[in-house]
T-cell receptor, first 115, second 114 residues
């Protein structure tokens, strides 16, 4: 079945350093979504990328969708303690009837920031 | 504010004692999902509804059932909880569009099984 892997699994950075998480899907995706889950919290939607090679920015966060639409990355410039949490990528499943409503979540990257 | 609400936030049950978790939404979304999330893992989809059309995941145990009496409410019933069912249960909603819509998550119910 469809698999979505993320690396690294965990990263610990000094505040002010940059951070990148990479997402790789076993199948081509029509779009990729990114979610952030704070410790003890629930996933919160950050962004959706649709076009091949698309790049979107949200303040210090830069999201990229690969040319082949099978991979994506999230880069945070100059991390802050508020960036702490787990970042998940997610792509839609289209294997079966009604499955277009479903997302396959990546394995997640947990970010810790030393103040 | 439009939102996804889950009750209770924390639930303690005994091994084998049935438990029901509830989710309500004011977003008027036609798709509702139940996920199970264990520590340091990604959310795992248990099932979802498109309106009243129920879609079970192949690996969801029979111990887990769901009801959606109307657009706003959805329930997760665990008929005989085992120790392995202790987890965070997340409800989410989305508005069906082509290409996989964003999902809005509730705060979750943390289930403890004694």
């Amino acid at each position: 079945g469809q698999q979505v892997m993320q690396i690294p699994q965990y990263q610990h950075v000094q505040e002010g350093e940059d951070f990148t998480t990479y997402c790789n899907s076993s199948t081509t995706l029509s779009n990729i979504q990114w979610y952030k889950q704070r410790p003890g919290g629930h996933p919160v939607f950050l962004i959706q990328l649709v076009k091949s090679g698309e790049v979107k920015k949200q303040k210090r966060l830069t999201f990229q969708f690969g040319e082949a639409k099978k991979n994506s990355s999230l880069h945070i410039t100059a991390t802050q303690t508020t960036d702490v949490g787990t970042y998940f990528c997610a792509g839609p499943s289209f294997k079966e009837k009604s499955s277009g409503d479903k997302l396959t979540f990546g394995t997640g990257t947990r970010l810790a920031v030393r103040p | 504010d439009a939102m996804v609400i889950q009750n209770p936030r924390y639930q303690v049950t005994q091994f084998g004692k049935p438990v029901t978790l509830s989710c309500s939404q004011t977003l008027n979304h036609n798709v509702m999902y139940w996920y199970q999330q264990k520590s340091s893992q990604a959310p795992k989809l248990l099932f979802h509804y498109y309106d009243k059309d129920f879609n079970n995941e192949a690996d969801t145990p029979d111990n887990f059932q769901s009801r959606r009496p109307n657009t706003s409410f959805c329930f997760l019933d665990i008929r005989s909880p085992g120790l392995g069912d202790a987890a965070m249960y997340l409800c989410a909603t989305s508005r069906r569009t082509s290409g996989g819509p964003e999902q809005f998550f509730g705060p979750g119910t943390r289930l403890t099984v004694l």
